[in-house]
T-cell receptor
Framework: DSGVTQTPKHLITATGQRVTLRCSPR?????VYWYQQSLDQGLQFLIQ???????AKGNILERFSAQQFPDLHSELNLSSLELGDSALYFC?????????????FGPGTRLTVL | GNSVTQMEGPVTLSEEAFLTINCTYT??????LFWYVQYPGEGLQLLLK?????DKGSNKGFEATYRKETTSFHLEKGSVQVSDSAVYFC????????????FGTGTSLTVIP
């Protein structure tokens, strides 16, 4: 158990809908990261937050957004969903934002868009 | 740019065989290097890490040495077990902007008894 929790575990929805994925980082971790894992694209970094502020942006679509709240939990919002958005979405956290800090991954949310 | 190139799988080995999974990287700056393991149906777990050149990371019999001259971080284990069957990801971490991680495509390992 990494200490990172993600809800829900599974999500099934239809094209065009909007969903919210939630992540609680390990106690004491200030940095939260979101990744998308799909069969054809591998593990893709989406976005990082550090203590409530956006820190780095990767391959995140405009239809996707995220935020980190004062209690440090984070939410990833996916809107106007398409079939291709079906994937595993992982959240990870680290103590700070330094390159030396390993990231601890949650169990993931499996999103299926029908 | 920044990227990680990993040996393609899948890899199938017999129990007690020697394992090498190759990983090379390109990076702007001085990255930290990591190996993560993903067991079926689970998230990624840190296996080992190295933060500077010539550092050796080790854990559970796995080892990898940070080689700056060859920009490599190959994963090795002397004697694999069935329980090592998983997908292995090489990653680099940079602080240029935040702590963005770049992952390799993953190498699937199956160990047969």
């Amino acid at each position: 158990d990494s200490g990172v929790t993600q809800t829900p575990k599974h999500l099934i929805t239809a094209t065009g809908q909007r969903v919210t994925l939630r992540c609680s980082p390990r106690s004491g971790d200030l940095s939260v990261y979101w990744y998308q894992q799909s069969l054809d694209q591998g593990l893709q970094f989406l976005i990082q937050y550090y203590n409530g502020e956006e820190r780095a942006k990767g391959n995140i679509l405009e239809r996707f957004s995220a935020q980190q709240f004062p209690d440090l939990h984070s939410e990833l919002n996916l809107s106007s969903l398409e079939l291709g958005d079906s994937a595993l979405y992982f959240c990870a956290s680290s103590v700070a934002g330094d390159r030396e800090n390993e990231q601890f991954f949650g169990p993931g949310t499996r999103l299926t868009v029908l | 740019g920044n990227s990680v190139t990993q040996m393609e799988g899948p890899v199938t080995l017999s129990e007690e065989a020697f394992l090498t999974i190759n990983c090379t990287y390109t990076a702007t700056g001085y990255p930290s290097l990591f190996w993560y393991v993903q067991y079926p149906g689970e998230g990624l777990q840190l296996l080992l890490k190295a933060t500077k050149a010539d550092d050796k990371g080790s854990n559970k019999g796995f080892e990898a040495t940070y080689r700056k001259e060859t920009t490599s971080f190959h994963l090795e284990k002397g004697s694999v077990q069935v329980s090592d069957s998983a997908v292995y990801f090489c990653a680099l971490g940079l602080s240029n902007t935040g702590n963005q991680f770049y992952f390799g495509t993953g190498t699937s390992l199956t160990v047969i008894p």
